[in-house]
């Protein structure tokens, strides 16, 4: 039996549970940038009027929003969450200190990338669709992730923990969630 959902996001919905203070009942304002489908509703059942969904093209977000110029001020927001976004975008470096800046003191981000590489790979100047799909692995992908993205939240000023799954579950329980070391890495950061 299978509930067809997508692995990183089973790991990521037990990663908030377990690790985060999301479901505390007090009110907060999160960013949920390029919403998926499957947590938008939830979210906004849970967060009511303190849940904004922000995308810079898809219509059914409620704010068009570019993640390196966000119109919104300092410290703005208790809970971030961006998830497979920013290999799309162009300077990414900008985007995680925007995100940075609108992080309420005591708030916390998820921002979560594909990690493909030892480390990051990235070349302006591969343009051309079939030549970024062979380079990042995606057409639309302008870079490939490495292990050293810690390091490029930490530059943008975020203190970052690092979580896979065996640091969530053991062994039993992955397997009976379908958890692997593919689900990927979760990257909670805080100011």
Do not use: N
């Not at 300077?91 to 916390?108: I, P, Y």
């Not at 990338?113 to 992908?141: C, L, M, Y």
């Not at 640091?167 to 689900?183: F, H, I, K, N, Y």
């Amino acid at each position: 039996m299978y509930c067809h959902s997508v692995e990183r996001h089973r790991f990521l919905w037990l990663y908030l549970q377990r690790r985060t203070d999301l479901f505390d009942g007090s009110p907060k304002k999160m960013l949920h940038v390029a919403p998926e489908l499957c947590f938008e509703p939830r979210l906004r059942k849970l967060l009511g009027h303190g849940y904004l969904t922000a995308d810079l093209v898809d219509p059914l977000a409620m704010v068009k929003m570019d993640v390196t110029s966000i119109e919104y001020p300092d410290r703005s927001f208790d809970v971030i969450y961006c998830s497979h976004v920013l290999e799309h975008v162009p300077d990414d470096r900008k985007a995680m200190r925007e995100f940075r800046r609108v992080l309420a003191d005591g708030g916390w981000a998820i921002l979560l990338v594909p990690i493909t590489s030892d480390w990051t790979f990235e070349d302006p100047a591969i343009t051309e669709p079939s030549e970024r799909r062979k380079a990042f692995g995606q057409e639309d992908h302008l870079r490939r992730y490495g292990l050293d993205y810690a390091d490029r939240l930490r530059e943008a000023g975020f203190t970052v923990d690092v979580t896979e799954v065996h640091d969530l579950v053991d062994r039993d329980e992955a397997v009976r969630m379908g958890l692997s070391p593919e689900s990927g890495l979760i990257h909670h950061c805080t100011g």
